[in-house]
């Protein structure tokens, strides 16, 4: 794969998984079972044509806009608030889905809070809403030190999400996301960050208790447990151990994310955070053609992706 693809195949890997999960968002996973997701529906949960992406997408493009030009917090707030109120970077026109956590800091943002102080910090406000848009910070990211790439994930992530759990959660996504770029095989990444994550989470004196929220992931091997043992839920660990999981377990890009929506419940949410990661490292090569197609606004995607590699290469 070549890497000037790597835009492309995250953002596109995003919005499709994303797409994929849209009509079967809230469905239990024994629903799915019987009628699992294998091709791209139209309506069902929210009543929206095939190929339809959600939040999930439509944030990580505003995040991905932003950075075109500077990660800049108050450009990236901005934009997130005009997808909340002009519909700005939405599939079709229309926001159908936001999470309260979000919806919250967004209205911050709309009074004047800084973005530096407009997330919610408590630790109840740990849904995935950061996660599922974090992904394309990692090329910004690339060529700094371990101690900057933190406190900058730490900020995106605090526009709406500031309890350090979520941050911990889009830091451990970004630094395999990056180890995927730098060619590295998952199996190894995955081992490297058992050592490497709790090693720097020590070393800025993270309370130790909070790292041991992820300890399925630093220090389990979570490929190892069974589709019964891994939740699909909106909390942001979930959702990060079931990306991390169908990733690990699969073998091509439509298998990983197949896998992950059809865990059901925040199945758009798992299918594009997956997608993020397989999109990475397998490309989007072996789609059935027509998953591309029928998403929303491929071109415009594509050219934002374009706008990246500009930036960063």
Known sequence: MSKKDIYKNLLLGVAIGDALGVPVEFIDRETLRLNPVTDMREYGSHQMPAGTWSDDSSLTFCLAEALTNECDLETIAQNMLLWARKNYWTARGEVFDIGITTKKAIDQIETGVSP???????????????????????????DKPIQKRFEIVRQVSSITHGHVRSVIACFYYVEFARQIIEQNEPLKIYHDLQTRIPNFLHSIFVQQSEINHFSRLLVDNIYELSENEINSSGYVVDTLE????????????????????????????????????????????????????????????????????????
């Open 116 to 142: 530096t102080l407009s997330g919610l910090t408590d630790e109840f406000s740990n849904g995935n809403g950061s996660l599922m848009r974090i992904a394309p910070l990692v090329f910004y990211l690339m």
């Open 242 to 313: 079931a990306s991390i999981w169908s990733f690990l377990t699969t073998s091509n890009f439509k298998n990983a994310i197949l896998k992950a929506v059809n865990l059901g419940g925040d199945a758009d949410t798992t299918g594009a955070v997956t997608g993020g990661l397989a999109g990475l490292y397998h490309g989007i090569k072996g789609i059935p053609l027509h998953w591309k197609k029928e998403l929303a606004r491929v071109k415009d995607i594509e050219i934002l992706a374009e706008k990246m590699r500009d930036k960063f290469e």
